[in-house]
């Protein structure tokens, strides 16, 4: 009766194991643990130095009630520097592209790095020990030395290098093209105006004003503005018209005095030039603004350009030209300033306009060859950006990895 019963029991277990199996978490937490396989310890890839990585197989007993502890040093000096849950830490969780991955995505992976009371030095040899904790088990596996040291390429930029070289490439196919044959570059009426201006300040025997912003020459907009100058500078030296050029920066006076006594020289009348066409007023923004008002007041230039960035004074200014009847054509990046320019002034050139003027107005291939290659890109980052967005949600919906393979090609990672 006794043997009976315990062979009903055990048929009895086996149906409720046959119709009742353990969940996959039940069943890893009822693994025998053992010491961590295929365990390595390297020097990170890609770095300055100072950082090791750890790398482990899965293991059957993986989940979140089993702890791995990553242990440095040896005998007396081992201590722990860190833990965190079995199911944790793999190689597809760090934020390295595809192409840099040391291991298959399922493979456990940390990366120790000097902080946090813990220091490793380049050239130095350290002791890494990886133990497996559950309730009162513990088991380590056997200690691996590696030495840190600095890498020489960092792979995980790798495509930011290909993208230069693809840029490199259209820019250069570009420059190429515009040497055989005419680009088309759309019509900007504000460049089409100079020779309208300058033409009419000829006709009434009046000076022309040019001014170049409040940035300094760091600035990519003040460089425009320098370019662009020697654009106007070139044409007004045909006409023999009077240019006054007041600067409220020292170094871009310098640059500006060069570059219109070259465009002077270039028009072939480098007996018109004047040395004091160029001038310094002071870097004080409304003292610089209330003198150029004066100038605009005495004077009346017929014609007012505002190339560069501008801040508060750029209304001054512009109310002031408008006053005095003159063309007035401006030219700026600094977007909060714009409303001030479009409302006062006759034509304005609106964001990268002013940096696609100097190109514009000279035609030479090389400008407008880098300008073709510039927009390209352009377009190309735009067809990225749908892209991206598409495959980002491709990969978000359907929690699949392979749009990573192509989103990775054009993130900035470290």
Known sequence: MKADCGTLRLLAALVCLYLFPLTTSEARSQQAIVPPQNLRVLDAPSDAGGGLIVLWSEADYDAPDVRYQILVGEGAEKRMV?????????????KWPWW??????????????SGKGLELKNGTSYTVTLAVVKGTER???????????????????????????????VVL????TAKQRDIFLRRIPGLDAVDEAIGRATELGKPILYLTGAGDMSEPATIAAAVILGRVAKRVAAYETDLLVPHRDPIVMAVCQEITKQSYLEAGKPDVFKEDSNFFITTDQFS??????????RRKPAANFFMGSYFAEALLLTETGASTGAIQIAGTD????????????????????????????SREPIQVGTLRGQDLGKGFILVVLALGTILATVGVLFDTDWPRIMLDLFKDLK
Not at 343 to 350: G, K, P, S, V
């Open 82 to 94: 860190a833990e965190f849950p079995a199911n944790s830490h793999y190689v597809r969780d760090v």
């Open 100 to 113: 840099a991955r040391v291991d298959r995505p399922d493979v456990h992976q940390f990366n120790l790095k």
């Open 139 to 169: 088991v380590e596996a056997p200690p691996l030395r590696a030495i840190p040291g600095p890498n020489w390429v960092n792979w995980n930029q790798m495509n930011n290098l290909l993208l230069v070289l693809l840029f490199g490439a």
């Open 173 to 176: 196919g570009s420059i190429r």
């Open 288 to 297: 610089y603004t209330a003198a150029v008002d004066g100038i605009m007041l």
């Open 334 to 361: 600094s977007d909060h300033q714009m409303p001030f320019f479009v409302t006062t002034c006759d034509y304005t050139l609106i964001g990268e306009e002013l940096y696609a003027a100097s190109a514009y107005l």
